[in-house]
């Protein structure tokens, strides 16, 4: 997973020096509201099946022909939602000017929304077996690395930022899908019945909901500033956004995603080992996390010089601000993806995730409207504490009503 994150993660932080110091702040902006935009319809099609699918793939362990059913349901219900997701995105370029002007743009960032559609992550992160697939994703994204080199020479060839992210995207879920088909020689697609297609759906939805709302509070200022604010203010707060970004997904994403499956399977045999395992790991990640926050801070003008050039020299302000989210997400991760999902608990997890996620667009808007750059930065910070309280209150209620103790928190 280590290696995977490198690939999606490490590889943009090589090419990003030099992709911001050919397009500049406002075009960096505009690519990175693009993205974000796409990575909301990739929270649609995805569903949230890398948790509710990955967690019943490891709980079915060898029973091939029901890993195959669940590998078929999932595929065809991502299907459907990319297929409505493509509606929806019609409506954005016809109604809304922001996407209007930019068509080109967006036209080029679509196809990295159908790339995740057609990527079967959770049948390999469920099965706990990522070596072959992290080394295809790290080929096919160094591919990605050298294109930008070669295809970005100048500020109007921007759009290319997001056409190599299609590309990369698709080219990942072609070879890992049919890894999937050699790997495993037991694995079919084959149409499902409807209701059992909609009965998947109708379970999944608050994880769906849960995923989705994280991506509301997570990248909500970056749209609120497309639309509030000059394009240069939405380069700054993207670029210290960014390193934020990476920051959480190195610190979290491997270790999570290979810790998840394995609690969800130690849940159910030793409830109290499992506590321990999640404490011991816990605390491991809020010392990193803590180290990190004390870089963002006190090296701030330098890391964005680093990343970033001297045009972005406002943005070092927006990421000291920001900093301490490192440690305020290592204590929401284990109360939320490796407590309340791990737990089963996904009403409990849609709640803390839809009030943070609703509080997020009262938050931007208010404070990106009267404080503006740091504004955004401010309630980045703000919708972090808020959803580390919510998910310890929440996970420390499940604990009690299943008697499993408070010394786990």
């Known amino acids: 997973m280590t290696l995977s994150q490198a690939a999606n993660y490490l590889l943009p932080l090589v090419t990003l020096p030099y992709i911001t110091r050919v397009v500049g702040p406002e075009n960096y902006g505009i690519a990175e509201f693009a993205q974000v935009t796409m990575l ?17 793939v490891a709980e079915l362990k060898d029973r091939f022909e029901r890993i195959s059913t669940v590998f078929s349901v999932v595929t065809q219900a991502k299907i459907y939602l990319l297929l409505f997701s493509i509606l929806v995105f019609a409506a954005l370029l016809l109604f809304v000017p922001q996407y209007h002007e930019e068509l080109r743009l967006m ?23 990522l070596g072959v697939i992290a080394l295809a994703n790290m080929g096919i994204k160094s591919l990605g690395a050298v294109l930008i080199f070669v295809l970005i020479q100048e ?8 056409g190599i992210n299609s590309i990369t995207q698709l080219g990942a879920a072609g070879l890992t899908l049919t890894y999937a088909y050699k790997r495993y020689s037991w694995l079919q697609f084959k149409w499902q019945p409807l209701a059992l297609v909609k009965a998947y759906l109708r379970s999944g939805f608050y994880m769906f909901a849960s995923h989705f709302f994280t991506r509301v509070y997570v990248f909500g200022s970056v749209l609120f500033l497309g639309f509030l604010l000059p394009g240069e203010d939405l380069g700054y707060f993207a670029a210290a956004l960014k390193l934020i970004t990476v920051g959480q997904s190195f610190l979290f994403t491997p270790l999570g995603s290979s810790l998840y499956p394995h609690l969800a399977q130690l849940v159910k045999t030793d409830p109290q080992k499992y506590l321990r395992e999640r404490k ?10 803590s180290a990190a926050a004390l870089v963002a801070i006190f090296f701030n003008d330098f890391v964005i010089q680093i990343f ?7 943005a070092a302000e927006v990421l000291a601000w920001m900093a301490p989210v490192f440690v305020f997400t290592a204590i929401s991760h284990f109360s939320t993806k490796q407590g309340l999902m791990v737990l089963k608990a996904d009403g409990a997890n849609f709640k803390v995730v839809f009030w943070t996620g609703l509080i997020s667009v009262i938050l931007n808007f208010g404070l990106i409207e009267f404080y503006g750059l740091n504004g955004a930065a401010f309630a980045k910070l703000g919708l972090e504490i808020v959803l580390a309280i919510l998910a310890v209150y929440y996970f420390s209620k499940v604990l009690k009503r299943r008697e499993l103790g408070e010394k786990a928190l």
């Open 308 to 314: 970033f050039g001297a045009d972005f020299a406002p």
């Open 40 to 56: 909301y319809f990739t929270a649609f099609v995805s569903y949230g099946f890398v948790f509710t699918a990955t967690r019943r």
């Open 155 to 162: 500020p109007d060839d921007y759009y290319w930022v997001l």
């Open 107 to 129: 036209l080029v960032a679509f196809p990295f929304v159908i790339g995740w559609a057609l990527y079967p992550d959770f049948l390999f992160q469920g099965r706990q077996d």
């Open 280 to 289: 011991r790991f816990r605390n491991y990640l809020l010392l990193l996390s």
